[in-house]
């Protein structure tokens, strides 16, 4: 009861998509029944015609009125074909819009979703749902429920005129109608609801699988993997092949050729009825009225067929419309990021964590627990700690890609969630781990922080960030397209060019996740040069891994298991021989142990 009212619900919801064009999908449905309507009468003409020549045999000049029954299936047929032209531009325009506004909509929602959300969400996987499914909803409400309304209209009427001369001829027509929809209902019954929503799954689970192993193919090659790195792929397209087969034999072939059969049977079981009665007409001597009524029922249990196969192929084309309407309300409900109606703005840039508590959804520990620190403004605090110990989990709170479960983090004394995140994006630059840029110019991709900055400022910015000797050896200096005719840019430089990003946005607050990971040696002085001009006067977050680069931050907290185990700056902490010092002494061996190996 529920299921179908939310089903109902996600109908409405899609259709409110149509503004203004709402009521030109009910005009449009209403005008393909009419076209269907219309589009009828030239069988009644058929009927009418072969009754009359039944009447007059064999003096067949009598039948003077099959000419006007002549002119009238053409008009008739042309006002059919002109109003469902109409009824579709109507259902069309409709389409249109709702289509296009989904889209704006989803992207809207993408936009406004949390970072976080895309973690979790695949964005090829979401773009394919953007694409296909709001192609599926505009066939939805372009063609299947116009399609679906003229043929209930065609059958509901044919229906009624079957009744209208000899109801037992008109039941036996009638016979196949029940049996067909009883076909439909098993076609549509909810275990074959419940399988084409698998089928769907398993056709996203294929296309995640393949760009996972098309992403995968470089660590494979190293590690010569190919036997186990198709697993996870070849497990999706069994899974995938297993369900289209069961899709197809139990939703498509079983009851749909019993259903054909049936439609195409719909003559037969005229005939043994009439048998039975030809001979009573007879003896009454109505035997050429008889004859004609036959005629009708003949020429109609074709408009039956026709009506329940329109029927069955709309039902089919709705049932799949909506499970699309359900995978596109995914999106168009993606987690927003809630805006204070009454925003603050922070004053000053000092961080701070206060009790936050947050676990990742579905997970079944928290991430962070009850974590409490600050990064006073102008001051650089390192977040240290074992893996999985919460750091970039920390680190993602603050520029919002996921809101606190509990506590609050504070900036310039303000909770991050009562200050407009378009402040907040202004006032944090995040540097990532993996640095995303995109498939175009240097000057484009750090301008992408500042959209009106100059190219000077840019050049100042990318010179800052000690990228002069990537754009002397580039052909087209910073208007060179990254990635293109072998314009491949390191780790390391891909590093430089976003910290030139991160100095050209100018924020007073910089979150740094793993800067020099990607870093050879030589990158990563440049790296660290970049990042003295970055952080300097800034409030800074940092992560990272080698300890060297946090020995003289300001503040190190160390986080393990999601909570704060100790805090302090280097020389406290290594004095106070607790888990820093531990990692602190790990470290020292393993650099000496290199620079052995080295020297030997
Ligand atoms: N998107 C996610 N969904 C569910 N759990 C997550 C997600 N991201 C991280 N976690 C979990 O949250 C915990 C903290 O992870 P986080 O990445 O913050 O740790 P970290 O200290 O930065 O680790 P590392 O040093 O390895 O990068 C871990 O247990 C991790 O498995």
Redesign the pocket.
């Known amino acids: 009861m529920t299921e179908t009212k939310k089903e109902r619900n996600a109908f409405a919801r899609i259709l409110d998509f149509a503004g203004k064009r709402r009521a030109l999908t009910f005009l449009g449905c209403f005008l393909t029944g009419l076209a269907m309507l219309l589009s009828m009468v030239p069988y009644v003409t058929i009927w009418l015609v072969v009754r009359d020549l039944i009447a007059v045999a064999p003096e067949w000049e009598r039948a003077t009125g099959v000419v006007t029954y002549g002119w009238l299936a053409f008009w008739f047929s042309v006002a059919g074909i002109v109003v469902y032209f109409v009824g579709l531009m109507c259902t069309h325009l409709a389409a249109f819009r709702i289509q296009t506004n989904v889209r704006k909509e989803c992207v809207k929602r993408l936009m406004n979703a949390p970072l ?1 959300f895309f ?2 969400h695949a964005t090829g996987l979401l773009r394919r749902r953007i694409d296909k499914t709001s192609g599926e909803i505009e066939q939805l409400f372009a063609h299947n429920m116009a399609d679906l309304s003229g043929s209930v209209v065609m059958l509901v009427s044919t229906v009624v005129l079957l009744f209208v001369f000899d109801w037992r001829m008109g039941a036996s027509c009638i016979v196949v109608v029940f049996a067909s929809f009883a076909c439909l209902t098993t076609m549509m019954g909810p275990s074959k609801k419940s399988l084409l929503e698998s089928y769907q799954s398993a056709l996203d689970d294929i296309s995640k699988a393949t760009t996972e192993y098309v992403r995968g193919i470089p660590v494979v090659k190293v590690f010569q993997q190919t036997v186990y790195s198709i697993a996870a792929l070849k497990k999706s397209i069994d899974n995938y092949s297993m369900y289209a087969n069961r899709y197809q034999s139990d939703v498509c072939e079983v009851p749909q050729s019993i259903n054909l059969s049936f439609i195409e049977a719909a003559f037969v079981f005229l005939l043994p009825v009439t048998a039975l009665l030809a001979p009573s007409a007879l003896a009454s001597g109505n035997f050429a009225q008889f004859v004609s009524d036959f005629a009708f029922y003949a020429i109609f249990s074709a408009i039956i067929s026709t009506a329940l196969s329109r029927v069955m192929f709309a039902a089919g084309g709705m049932m799949q419309a909506d499970d699309a309407l359900r995978r596109i309300e995914e999106v168009v409900q993606a987690p927003q990021i809630v805006r204070s109606a009454n925003p603050k703005v922070p004053e000053g840039n000092r961080v701070e964590f206060r009790g936050v508590s947050f676990t ?4 079944a ?1 928290p ?1 962070l627990d009850d974590v409490s620190f600050v990064a006073e403004a102008g001051s650089t605090i390192a977040l240290v ?10 680190a993602s709170l603050i520029p919002r890609f996921w809101d606190v479960d509990k506590g609050s983090v504070l900036v310039g004394g303000v909770d991050v969630r009562d200050v407009d995140p378009h402040v907040l994006m202004d006032r944090v630059a995040f540097v990532f781990q993996d640095n995303r840029l995109f498939k175009t110019s240097i000057l484009e991709n750090v301008r992408a922080a500042r959209p009106n900055a100059s190219c000077e400022e840019v050049l100042a910015a990318l010179s800052a960030a000690q990228c002069d000797d990537i754009l002397a050896k580039l052909p087209n200096g910073m208007d060179t397209v990254i990635g293109t005719k072998g314009t491949y840019l390191s780790g390391g430089e891909r590093q430089r060019v976003s910290l030139a990003r991160a100095i050209l946005k100018d924020a007073p607050i910089v979150v740094l996740d ?1 800067a020099t990971a990607f870093a050879d040696p030589e990158n990563e002085a440049l790296i660290q040069a970049a990042l003295k001009r970055l952080t300097k006067g800034r409030t800074v977050i940092m ?1 990272a ?1 080698r300890l060297t680069t946090v020995v003289n931050a300001d503040k190190i907290v160390v ?1 393990d298991h ?1 909570r704060v185990a100790e805090s302090g700056t280097h020389g406290e902490l290594v004095a106070g021989n607790g888990l820093y010092a531990h990692m602190w002494a790990d470290y020292q061996t393993a650099v000496a142990w290199k620079i052995t190996r080295e020297v030997a």
């Open positions: 976080g973690d979790t990742y959804e579905g997970a520990k991430a700690g074992p893996s999985g110990g919460g750091k970039s989990t920390a793993e992560i891994h986080l999601g």
